[in-house]
């Protein structure tokens, strides 16, 4: 909680412990639906036979996306670095 305020994040009519809890309830159902999605994927990708296994998918998406991340948080910042 501590630190939603001192980085002034608010909801607009909402005491900061009841913003709080809504946070924590709304966290809590986004992270274990996005996990039954990925779980899901992964079967679905493993039956129908996908290039490679379903895992191995979601492990080159999750790597690809931390490099484009990386390149526009440099980008950003004004480095012109390019990984190779």
Known sequence: MKQLIEQEL???GWRAES???KLNK????AAASGGFVLGALCIFADFMGALGSGTGIIIAVTVIYSY???VSKEKQRGGDTVFM
């Open 10 to 12: 608010i909801i607009e």
């Open 19 to 21: 913003m709080v809890t």
């Open 26 to 29: 709304l966290i809590n159902r």
């Open 68 to 70: 484009f991340e990386m």
